[in-house]
């Protein structure tokens, strides 16, 4: 069990263009989703956390009105980038955890973005 | 402030064993992960201590010691699929996940 699908796993995009990208758990109910964003041979860098029916907290420095987040359901949230540009390709890692309390995070596998 | 301290690149052969180590100064601890990152793809879930002491599955184990903000996976008979990143990761007072900027392992034939 603990399986999240992430969709698309590449996109390429237009500057200018938004790109929404989607994150579900498939066999549980996740209460609390995370959104991270990883450069070449960086570690991960938290986004965002979205919990369930309410706004999502963004960590400081990144634009919640660039990255919208929508945590509608307990096995759904979607982060779409809007106007995006060449600066913000980068892969773009959801991640779940279960809503029992448990602490690990189960990644999906990961959006590769690229804005031309 | 909150840091992370692991070993950028190692180095070792097929067959052997490999230590890597984590250290770590966090506002409170609530637990440590080590997590395996391929490349290109996204971290899978390698294990999670919470206590003191010594974590075994099967061929990775991961020992966690609180009093020394220390902790460290061992990896036995490595196969070249254990080529990977490894990424050390504690939970906080907040129970907000802390990362290490992960270790990149090499596995020679």
């Known amino acids: 069990g603990a399986v999240v699908s992430q969709h698309p796993s590449w996109v390429i995009c237009k500057s200018g263009t938004s790109v929404k990208i989607e994150c579900r758990s498939l066999d549980f109910q996740a209460t609390t989703m995370f959104w991270y964003r990883q450069f070449p041979k960086q570690s991960l860098m938290l986004m965002a956390t979205?919990?369930?029916?309410?706004?999502?907290?963004?960590e400081q420095g990144v634009e919640k009105d660039k990255f919208l987040i929508n945590h509608a359901s307990l096995t759904l949230s979607t982060l779409t980038v809007t106007s995006a540009h060449p600066e913000d390709s980068s892969f773009y890692i959801c991640s779940a955890s279960r809503s029992t309390g448990e602490d690990i995070q189960y990644f999906g596998a990961g959006t590769r973005l690229s804005v031309l | 402030g909150q840091n992370i301290d692991q070993p950028t690149e190692m180095t070792a052969t097929e067959g052997a064993i490999v230590q890597i180590n984590c250290t770590y100064q966090?506002?409170?601890?609530?637990?440590l992960f080590w997590y395996q990152q391929h490349a290109g793809e996204a971290p899978t879930f390698l294990s999670y201590n919470v206590l003191d002491g010594l974590e075994e599955k099967g061929r990775f184990s991961s020992f966690l010691s609180r009093s020394k903000g220390y902790s460290y996976l061992l990896l036995k008979e490595l196969q070249m699929k254990d080529s990977a990143s490894y990424l050390c990761?504690?939970?906080?007072?907040?129970?907000?996940?802390?990362w290490g900027a992960g270790t990149k392992l090499i596995i020679k034939p």
């Open positions: 979205s919990n369930e029916g309410s706004k999502a907290t963004y």
């Open positions: 966090t506002s409170g601890f609530n637990g």
């Open positions: 990761a504690v939970l906080d007072s907040n129970y907000q996940l802390i």
